[in-house]
């Protein structure tokens, strides 16, 4: 089992910036592709980020790509997400979740965090 725990949400007006950062504990941290994902309101969730497991490779929803930087700390089982030139539109609440396949697909993570609430005003 892992644990993820969401942190760093909050309001911010559009073309600032937020860092979310999600701690994990339980089993190895490294062993597990992480992402992040969003639900706005009324929404399906969403694909944002995720850094592979083997190698650090990231890969980016368009909407996001160019703004956004997954990173992670395995030392200290962390996964982050530097969000800048924040729109209206990134309003939602983010996910953090680690799985063995991860990917672009939500069914490929095993593990989710309750979420933390990102609201850009404008």
């Known amino acids: 089992q892992v644990r993820l725990v969401e942190s760093g949400g909050g309001l911010v007006q559009a073309g600032g910036s937020l860092r979310l950062s999600c701690a994990a504990s339980g089993r190895t941290f490294s062993d597990y592709t992480a992402g992040w994902f969003r639900q706005a309101p009324g929404k399906e969730r969403e694909f944002v980020a995720r850094?592979?497991?083997?190698?650090?490779?990231?890969n980016y929803a368009d909407s996001v790509k160019g703004r956004f930087t997954i990173s992670r700390d395995n030392a200290k089982n962390a996964v982050y997400l530097q969000m800048s030139s924040l729109k209206p539109e990134d309003t939602a609440v983010y996910y953090c979740?680690?799985?063995?396949?991860?990917?672009?697909?939500?069914?490929?993570?095993?593990?989710w965090g309750r979420g933390t609430q990102v609201t850009v005003s404008s």
């Open positions: 850094i592979r497991k083997s190698d650090g490779f990231t």
């Open positions: 979740a680690a799985g063995f396949l991860g990917g672009l697909q939500l069914t490929g993570y095993d593990y």
